[in-house]
């Protein structure tokens, strides 16, 4: 499939699909008051599948009551939170129709609700990484927690098989927004040149915030191996309320499976909501490196 050409401009849009579940709703709460921070407005979306015709069936109804269930969504966030608010109904597959109507909108981040990876009877759940890999948008990964108070202590996993680097960025906007703390987690290789080259990859990003002054901590991992439980468990201990997560779904690399590490953060069982960030070479839709301000 040909890559199209990469789109520097994008509208200061917050896409998030759903399918009214409770996860789902979640999801668009916690779009509508991250974009409320970032000063961007939010596309709320439903793709009508057969999972969508099935359950109108069920009820008896017909599609307009989609259309329905969005107005009340936009009418109950626009009044509470007085962040415009535009919706969607587009007939097609979430495998596809989400990732189309990012790079319509030009959307410049994407708030997914999951049900976990047992929610297989559900429209997303198990599904969610097939989403997250053809995102041309880093894609917030939330379950059933809410929003809080932001995002205020955030955790940056580095590690060699990843590019961390790519999520600098975001760590830094979080940063600026919440008044918030990166904790860099360092992964302990078998290897010695694996080491090191993780503790180069740190140095720079390290470089990064000493120069704009972005407040971090450092942590190395215990041990090698289980590095995936290894960054929920330090999550869990200093309360992290976000994990920036550099995501290759559909490659794997020796010793290492970036599918399995992509899920087991993604479905995390202390629900700390994680940003999937492809890297911008990779996918069918990529965009070039987006600046964020």
Not at 23 to 37: D, I, P, Q, T
Not at 139 to 159: A, D, M, T
Not at 235 to 244: A, E, N, P, R
């Amino acid at each position: 499939m040909a890559q199209p050409t990469p789109q520097k401009k994008l509208n200061s849009i917050v896409l998030v699909p759903t399918d009214f579940s409770e996860a789902c709703g979640n999801a668009v709460s916690h779009g509508v008051k991250l974009a409320r921070f970032l000063g961007y407005k939010v596309c709320i979306l439903h793709v009508i599948n057969n999972e969508t015709k099935a359950a109108l069936k069920k009820k008896n109804v017909g599609v307009d009551y989609v259309e329905w269930r969005l107005k009340e969504y936009k009418k109950y966030y626009e009044k509470k939170y007085e962040v415009p608010i535009d919706t969607m109904a587009e007939e097609g597959s979430i495998f596809t129709t989400i990732t189309e109507v990012a790079v319509k909108i030009k959307a410049n981040l994407m708030i997914l609700g999951t049900h976990g990876k047992k929610g297989l009877q559900h429209v997303f759940g198990s599904y969610a990484l097939k989403v997250i890999s053809e995102s041309p948008v880093p894609v917030l990964v939330v379950q059933k927690r809410s929003f809080r108070e932001g995002y205020k202590n955030i955790i940056l996993p580095v590690n060699n098989d990843l590019e961390p680097r790519q999520a600098v960025p975001w760590a830094k906007l979080m940063v600026k927004l919440f008044h918030a703390e990166v904790n860099l987690f360092l992964s302990q290789e078998n290897d010695s040149a694996l080491n090191h080259r993780v503790l180069i990859i740190t140095k720079q990003i390290t470089d990064i915030f000493d120069e704009e002054k972005v407040a971090y901590t450092v942590t190395h991992a215990e041990k090698p191996g289980g590095f995936a439980e290894q960054v929920i468990s330090h999550g869990i201990m200093k309360h992290t309320d976000l994990i920036l997560m550099i995501t290759r779904p559909n490659m794997d690399v020796p010793g290492f499976s970036l599918s399995a590490w992509s899920e087991r953060l993604m479905f995390n069982e202390a629900q700390i909501p994680v940003m999937c960030i492809n890297p911008v070479d990779y996918g069918y839709y990529y965009y070039e490196w987006i600046t964020l301000t």
